[in-house]
C-alpha cells in the first residue's frame, strides 16, 4: 500500500482491465506480453497500484523473473519482497505444486531484444514450456498485453548482433535504451495493460502428455492473443491502426 504505487499509477496513467473476472481460489499461469526493454509493465501487476492485488487476483501468485537479476544486491532483496522468484524450471514446478499461480514473460531475453517505439512484436512461436506445465497442473492461461510497454523507453539498435549473440549462447539479454532527458527515468507514457479471457486446461499426467497436446493448446493460446490484442487496439488510438506481429 505504498505510496510509490500510487505515484508508479499517475505517472504512466497505469489501468488494468480484465476481459472477465478472475477467481481468486482457481490456479492461473499469467503470460504477459510484450517483455520490453525493462518491463515496466511489471510494476503494475507486483504492485497494488492498479488493485491487482486486492481486487484483480487475490490468490497466492510468484512472478518469475531472469535469473540475473538475483545476484544484484539490495535489487534481488526487493525483488523477493515483491513476490518475485527465480525463472527457473524448478521454480516454476515447485510454486505449481504448490498450487501457487505464476507469472511469466514468455517472450524472455530473446523479446526484449526485438523492443521498438511504435512496433508490436511478440516472441511466442517457439515458447511451448509454459504450456507444458499447464497441462501437467491443469493450470490456466491467461493472455496479457500491455500497451506502451515498449514506448517506455527509446532503443538503439547499437552492437544488436552482438547483443543476440550473448541472448542466444549466455541468455543474458542487454537493451540499449534510454528515458527522459536520455536518463534512465522511462518516458512519461501510458501503460495499459488488457488481461484476456483465462484459457481453460485440463491436467494432464506428465507421460501422457504427447506433443499433439502441446501443439494444439499452443495453437489456442497464440490465437487467443492475437484475438486480444484486435480486440483492444482500438481503444488506444495511438495503437489502433498496428499489427501485432508474432514471432
Known amino acids: 500500500q505504498l505510496k510509490l504505487w500510487d505515484f508508479i ?14 477467481d481468486h481460489k482457481k490456479q492461473y499461469i499469467f503470460c504477459c506480453f510484450p517483455h520490453g526493454p525493462i518491463s515496466v509493465n511489471h510494476l503494475l501487476t507486483m504492485t497494488n497500484g492498479c488493485e491487482m492485488l486486492t481486487k484483480h487476483y487475490q490468490g497466492v501468485r510468484r512472478d518469475l ?3 540475473v537479476l538475483f545476484t544484484i544486491p539490495i535489487f534481488k532483496d526487493i525483488l523477493i519482497w515483491l513476490g518475485c522468484v527465480d525463472a527457473s524450471p524448478f521454480t516454476a514446478h515447485y510454486n505449481l505444486k504448490k498450487g501457487n499461480s505464476i507469472f511469466i514473460y514468455v517472450g524472455g531475453e530473446k523479446e526484449q531484444l526485438m523492443s ?22 491443469g493450470a490456466e492461461l ?13 532503443t538503439s539498435n547499437a552492437f544488436l548482433g552482438f ?21 534512465f527515468i522511462p518516458h512519461k ?8 479471457k483465462p484459457i481453460a486446461v ?23 492473443m492475437q484475438r486480444l490484442f484486435d480486440r483492444t487496439k482500438g481503444k488506444y488510438p495511438e495503437h489502433a491502426q498496428k499489427t501485432l506481429e508474432i514471432y
Open 9 to 22: 499509477r499517475w505517472y504512466f496513467k497505469a489501468t488494468i482491465t480484465l476481459e472477465e473476472e478472475l
Open 65 to 67: 523473473c531472469a535469473s
Open 116 to 137: 521498438e517505439s511504435g512496433c508490436h512484436r511478440i516472441y511466442l512461436k517457439e515458447r511451448k514450456g509454459f504450456v507444458k506445465l499447464a497441462l501437467q497442473y
Open 142 to 154: 491467461i493472455p496479457m498485453y500491455a500497451f506502451g510497454e515498449n514506448e517506455a523507453y527509446t
Open 163 to 183: 547483443r543476440k549473440w550473448l541472448q542466444k549462447n549466455l541468455s543474458l539479454g542487454i537493451p540499449i535504451c534510454y528515458g527522459r532527458w536520455g536518463t
Open 189 to 196: 507514457q501510458r501503460i495499459a495493460l488488457e488481461i484476456g
Open 202 to 224: 485440463k491436467a494432464m499426467p506428465k507421460d501422457s502428455i504427447t506433443q499433439k497436446d502441446i501443439d494444439d493448446l499452443h495453437a489456442t493460446f497464440v490465437a487467443e
